[in-house]
């Protein structure tokens, strides 16, 4: 067991979760790597030594440069504004350092492939912050997929549906000018992501994307409140996805329905620790989708409790992502989803910008990876 | 108080549902028009006879013609194969006699049109036979959006999915042939009938047809398992429609989701005495989807029981179906859902089809009426 | 197939259902008896000739004395008040017809062995108005547990809560007084029953029964709002039931919970569309309850749908009860639940009451059948 | 901000919990004190080792005294055996030093009753480990009562139920022998805490107690499988509670269900992230449970996650509490649930005990906190 120097660029919302990760991982995994939380940087050097002090890092850092070039960050965590992941991964790359960056992989297309390119150029360990592929019941879901559970898969839903701005009242914010922060860009990621690594690449897409208020309060809206799509898989598989933040009443509509010729599979993250199976097996009078509870038979699920239906939760997927991250870290070797996984999705939601504008079907850039 | 005699043409799933219905109705809703079944006609005057006897009919025909002609036969309903919906009701109505016609109205757009100008011509009253939107919970999903209950609508999502067809292994049979009885032929009419009935018409559509299993046991199917589609609405919601018979899992997928800008409902035809209701009001901290168990408050529903969530099925739809036929034809006035409403439902699946043959936006004939 | 007269005492709630059901059952189940609706009698005559009206009875009773005694009535449905049960059943069974009884059996343990007495002393069929136990889930849940498909029974739960006096401010009316209207007389048999019909004969309770709304609008409240008791069943079980006329949001909460050393049985009458098994078998990853939409395969289903997840209603446990009644009578020979089955569950009301007055285990006088 | 040495005796299931717990602390809450994992003691020096290496301890003691009487343990944190709970208390409470406690608080009454008086001789802070009751839902419930939301509580039933011993041929263990590690023992403290948190003291109860297999493969099983009780409250309100390790397929049966005048709450620890609340408001056609998921609107949620839906998990119980533990240590006041919530729930499961072995109501001994 040693320990490894962490750096944080970014200290809100994602960069709190990691912080708390990295403090956490240790004793939940037993992991070889022991985090030591060295340094976070923020959007100025105040709120960096607040960020220092609430989740106690050794060391603020006055920008991300710094800490980057800090001898004592063995690895960097970027939890900054989409517009700052390059930059920042680029920096950390041209050391040698392993990057953790939080999704999407960077604010367009051309940023995706630079930072894959920089990526694989330094041969440093490289991670993408898809956090809800990992809980112990979508773990489960690739299993029992991948294992023929439900058979050959002929259908896929998904949704990734929230409503934080349904109300037509919400003011415009950051949120509601620039494409990497319209639905497409900031929801449709967790979900492209999931579809790509339950059923495998998407081949070709048929888009339709909205902006349903205009304008909020006199400022005119500029990007995307919702958007779903036709999709054709490489594996042959029909499917459908939905992207919303206007969507009332949903709060995490993290969705997800699998059917397959033996079997089907249904999940909504809102209760993320049960998973839904029906097989087309034994009598007839007896069939149902059952609720799977996730307990310690399922993924990662052992570290966090010893009794089934005790529960995960948010936080925990980001901790299961620290791990994973760590323990890359360790063995020299990137684990999914890297970098190339995030370009994977960025290439469906480029496919879906031109689906849409042109009005056809379009297919998605090869390659995939999942 | 007086008698109505009653002709019915077909025996099998829908015509017993149809003749349960005609003994029961009476009773249930005390209608002024109390029918007497007076004959019944189906494929062969075996199984018409067959029928008569289990069913309580006075008469058997050994065709449906001589039950069209017969005096005592006043009112015909249809339940026979669709590709005989259109001459029988062209007989019916050459008659004067009102005409009841089980889904879709008939085999092809053409027979829609045909039957709706046949209805037209002989000022008859006419009705097709959506049950779905009958239960108590959709026709209050209705009101509750037409009275703005949820807002302004912005998105619709509705499937029907059932897994009949989901083995791989089950033959091919009638249902495996002919535009019709494949999925988007017979099951796709009810839930587009529904979004019509909840959000008004359908504007335009962008659609994808499979044929999942292209032979089922050596013999080729010639007809779709499961299709969707992007819609537009003319209220300017966007939505998306799944149809499916290879839905494992599903036995009656009657499904939809409607947001607006202050609420959203859902439904699920499997638990048809809940429907799921959120609105946009109170403290955050108590907003939630309520499940509303129908009770003697919504439509229709206390004529089968005072207790509120003791529930109504199937077959309760129909004598509600039979309840406002009756009705229709006591007024002289056709109710909703008329022949044109069948034809509105025939239009989107035509514009489905040269959608997908097409690979572009269609838009959906006018008019439609809901 | 022939006629049988059928003679109804009462047309309200549950003489409506029972009209219904006689005008219907024939058509649904090819029953060998086809009903007559020959004659109502009701509370004065004025009423009886508006139900004759309303539910097409052939004639209106002046009393159900002429009812019974008119011989073109041959069996005699009793939906009257419950201190009426005995009277009317007598007298019936002293003409030797047969005796379809709402529940309670009688208004007293003492009405309810007289009317066991009368029923055998007769050799008349009888039967008693269990509804409930005859949905197609709750049929299967019997046969599952019968054919060991949960293990040996360990845990019972039942309740029947609904929640029509859960508002302090509803007033007083004749369901605020007499025992037999309180919620241990009126809304425990139900549940009592199924209970016997899933595990057996109950042999001792331990009972708790509380008047929670002493006065409504000055009226004292003569009887109990709520009800609840240990068990032990004769078969080794422990269990506890629960009645509620006070339970805020229960619409018809008839729901059981039954584990057994291998699976267990869940059940909620307001979903009475899914029944809810586990079974202890297969890998521990992928068990949980399973919902099983009722469909074809469970028992009396396909008579009103051939299709799986259709659903059934209130109304058509009425219609399977004429059916059992009809083919009772045709057979000579009584079906389960018969009068004793009525007598079994008011001696466990009757123990239940003993139990609270002496605030001890108290012993349900024998015998069962179930 | 100052650090507080924290140390842990025990190191398995729930000791675990405990390290993890103090990991991520200070990072989630930005407490005032911030842990130092000081020192670990288990059962042997050789696991006390092993824990200390996996969750990051600085020190592992030999031994329990030898970690209480360390100067640099500034609290202590008992995570081992129920016998060892009042021994390492009391030495804790001699040096002056605050305690946190798992439940039960001791192996009998009689070690409870010691503990209080020792945490009372000491006047340092105590608390116990009840940690169900600090989820954000049931946090939010019991703020919903407090407040009148469902008006004047009239029912409560609660459960806990798993199935870990549910399989007949699971071979005897620790668990089968013992009071202290029976159903009314281990299971029964956290939901009569709830019940107590909820609705205020229990009065009395009658209980049934039982053992369903009383051999495990040859061997004795000398305590109980399962157990419940009818309760009265101090506040009124009528209750059941029920306990079992035999309940197939429940795994974290936690559930609660309260009625009152004006409203119900619903909740499954298997789905702790899901509130259900219905009000006796509005219109009826509009009433019904619903389904609140929690946010950053409900108690101690914000600090895991900005977003409702996402979910917190078990381990984010367990830092709640240690929020708590800490806080009061700052102000040197204990919090709720303190060593007198644990004699509360003590004394009930005592005057279970009393009730079923004389077959009668017990009361239950006063006071009672909450």
């Known amino acids: ?168 009242d919400t003011p415009a914010s950051w949120r509601t000018s620039g494409a990497p922060n319209g639905t497409l860009g900031d929801l449709a990621p967790h979900m492209i992501n999931a579809a790509q690594a339950l059923l495998g690449p998407v081949q070709s897409v048929m888009a339709d994307i909205e902006t349903v208020h205009a304008a909020r309060g006199g400022t005119a809206v500029t990007n995307d409140d919702q958007a779903h799509m036709l999709c054709r898989f490489s594996g042959g598989a029909m499917g459908h996805m939905y992207f919303s933040r206007v969507a009332t009443g949903r709060k995490m509509g993290y969705i997800y329905e699998v059917s397959g010729t033996h079997g089907a599979l249904r999940f909504n993250q809102e209760d993320q620790n049960s998973l839904w199976l029906y097989r087309a097996e034994g009598p007839q009078a007896e069939r149902g989708f059952r609720q799977i509870l996730t307990g310690p038979e399922h993924p990662d699920y052992a570290a966090f409790c010893q009794g089934p239906g005790h529960g995960t939760g948010y936080q925990d997927q980001i901790i299961i992502e620290a791990r994973d991250f760590l323990e890359a870290v360790a063995d020299g070797v990137s684990r999914w989803p890297d970098f190339t996984a995030g370009l994977d999705v960025a290439r469906v939601i480029d496919a879906a910008r031109q689906s849409h504008a042109h009005g056809r079907w379009q297919p998605v850039a090869s390659h995939q990876g999942a």
């Open 1 to 168: 067991m040693r320990e490894i120097g962490i750096g944080l660029v970014g200290g809100g919302y994602m960069g709190k979760a990691h912080a708390v990760a990295y403090s956490a991982v240790g004793a939940v995994f037993d992991t070889r790597l022991r985090p030591r939380l060295e340094m976070v940087a923020a959007s100025s050097p105040d709120s960096a030594e607040r960020y220092r002090a609430a989740y106690g890092f050794r060391r603020a850092a006055p920008d991300w440069r710094t800490l980057v070039d800090d001898a004592a960050v063995e690895a960097v965590v970027i939890a900054a504004p989409q517009a700052t992941h390059r930059v920042i991964a680029e920096a950390a790359f041209a050391l040698g350092k392993p990057v953790f960056c939080e999704k999407p992989l960077g604010a367009s297309i051309a940023d995706a492939e630079a930072m894959c390119a920089a990526a694989a150029a330094s041969g440093a360990v490289n991670m993408i912050g898809f956090n809800y592929v990992r809980t112990p019941a979508t773990q489960f879901a690739r299993r029992l997929i991948a294992e023929g559970a439900i058979g050959e898969v002929t259908w896929f839903r998904g949704e990734h549906s929230e409503d934080f701005l349904a109300d037509p």
